[in-house]
């Protein structure tokens, strides 16, 4: 991976990945689907895809957003598996990963599934750059921001229609805000201090907020008394 640091970011090869899971929570949920798309000088060039055993019951409530039930991934293998399968290593060969919300997704994959210390692309800080004075709830979604922008995305919360959906947001996008000269690791940390400002302007503006109130104590340990 180092060697493509100093290389423009438009000629490194790059995958795209996204998954469904059993809830929000890294380190607690895990998947129970992954896509992957592969993008060479922005058009996709492969893909993958495999439902995933989580090895524990799917909440209702997240069946409810990706249509993933238990039954559908009975019998399916474990994400630690899936990763090693010839085809899935032959498209993240020689590629840089990304994802929409990153920080998310690559805590959903193993830490062997890609170097650790190296940094993915994150559309997520790309459209909070370029749609930084869109107003409304829901405006950084996925969806949202792929019909905003006319990129195609069949089916919302399928992980590899959104895999797809999130490199070609980028690759429409990135252009906009990263030269087409600046080295992959000029974006990279331009992404990060973009993150950094991120939550420098978030905490401002909580700073601002009124505080919330205190929750009520409980009045049964007096009445234990």
């Known amino acids: 991976m180092n060697s493509w640091f100093r290389l423009p970011w438009p000629e490194v090869p790059t995958v795209w990945i996204d998954t469904e899971t059993t809830g929000t929570h890294p380190g607690i949920d895990r998947a129970v689907s992954i896509g992957l798309v592969r993008f060479e000088r922005g058009q996709a060039v492969a893909e993958y895809h495999s439902l995933v055993n989580p090895c524990f019951p799917i909440p209702l409530e997240s069946t409810a957003i990706h249509g993933i039930t238990d039954d559908m991934v009975e019998g399916e293998s474990r994400i630690e598996h899936i990763v090693q399968r010839p085809e899935f290593k032959a498209i993240v060969e020689g590629c840089q990963p990304g994802a929409y919300n990153a920080p998310f997704d690559r805590w ?36 949202n921001v792929a019909a905003r922008h006319g990129v195609p995305l069949a089916k919302a919360h399928s ?38 400002m991120e939550w420098y302007r978030f905490n401002k503006w909580l700073s601002g907020q009124p505080p919330l109130p205190l929750p009520e104590e409980s009045n049964s340990a007096s009445s234990e008394a």
């Open 159 to 196: 992980a590899l229609d959104d895999a797809r959906a999130a490199g070609e947001v980028f690759y429409k996008l990135a252009p906009r805000v990263y030269g087409p000269d600046w080295w992959l690791g000029n974006v990279l940390h331009r992404q990060a201090m973009d993150e950094v």
């Open 108 to 143: 959903m994959v193993p830490p062997f599934t890609f170097d650790r210390t190296w940094p993915w692309l994150d559309c997520l800080s790309l459209i909070r750059k370029v749609d930084r004075f869109e107003k409304g709830q829901g405006r950084h979604r996925l969806a």
